[in-house]
């Protein structure tokens, strides 16, 4: 039995190759040990639809015939709904075809429940199982497999031979938020801000020569400190955001939640870009400091015995500053390069779709 996994660059590609043997290995302890399993991974981006989607269903018989595959199985990034519930996956067991959606598996965990999901549609897929003929055997995981919720079955409208499987509730909205987020991958966007984190670093390195700052930050409370710090992380996540186009507008009522959704993800994957470049320079501007302040001349401007906190607390509101600071640097960043940045590929061809519409 040749089971066909299709997977989206970036993410779900990885995903697949990592799963390979031991997915063989599971199909033949959960499903047949009798039957030779065979899983080929092949990297696949087809097409979107003019509405966004991944056209797999139309595409599967004849995926199936050229690489002489029984199934075929898709992994995507690109996030997916059902009305305005967000989908796990879709099976057609009469096709002989189903697509995962990555990021609706949340973000912990995410290679055993692949496997955990993979085993179960290829057991629909194997018996060729509808929810007509056996209305208890799609929401039956399969053998010894543990599902997890929260999660709920809905036939399709169009193609009464396909069913998704969504999430539902606050639970579900946020396993999916967070697996959007990891989707997106935040650390990618720091190489695109390189003319911010230039402005930040050269503002941050301020606080290492001037003994004003010094005495303000010796005067600040922690708490202070920690609110300034959000304040300036919230500012360039803000003005990042605005500045290169990353809102997702509401175009159209029904597309509320989904923009909600959206702009969700945005923040938290620029916030955490954010946070992670004030990490880092907030390292170098400590390490600066260590090295160019001595102890007794840092003491004679501060007027009392120093430590290692003092220069953590220096370092803390210069590195503040800089991040500020790194809003001007920003605006020399290329903004096709922050948008392919922030965004998985699937997402950013969706968002260039819609844009092209609107336009």
Known sequence: MTIGLLADPGLPIRLAHSLGPGLERDLATYLD????????????????????????????????RSRHWDHVVYLTDLPRRTGTAPIVYEVDPALGAAL????????????????RTLVHLITLLRERTTQKEDPQGIHRPASRIRWWDPVRIVPAHEHQDVAYLTLHGVRGRVRLLAGMVRS????RLLPA?????????????????????WNMAD?????????????AIA???????????????????????AALRDNAATILTVASSVAMMYAVLYLVIFGGALT???GDYLQSQLGHPVSVFDYAQLSWLAASFGTIAGALG?????????????????????????????D
Request: with cysteine.
């Open 235 to 257: 500012t360039l996540t803000a003005w990042l955001i605005m500045r290169n186009g990353l809102w997702n507008p509401v175009r159209h009522p029904s597309e509320h939640r």
């Open 184 to 187: 997106n991958r935040p650390g």
């Open 330 to 358: 920003s605006n020399f960043d290329s903004n096709t390069m922050i948008r392919e940045a922030t965004y998985s590929r699937r997402e950013n061809e969706r968002r260039k779709l819609a844009d092209s519409y609107d």
């Open 193 to 213: 801000l390189s003319n911010a984190v230039a402005a930040a670093a050269a503002t941050g390195a301020f606080g290492i020569f001037y003994a004003s700052i």
């Open 292 to 294: 160019v302040i001595s």
């Open 219 to 231: 005067a600040l409370h922690p708490l202070r400190l920690a609110m300034i710090t959000l304040l």
């Open 100 to 115: 995962v959606c990555v990021p609706a598996l949340g973000a912990l965990n995410v290679k055993k429940r692949t496997t």
């Open 33 to 64: 040990a009798e039957c030779t399993w065979r899983v080929e991974v092949s990297q696949e981006t087809l097409p979107l639809t003019q509405g966004g989607e991944i056209p797999l269903m139309d595409h599967a018989e004849a995926l199936k």
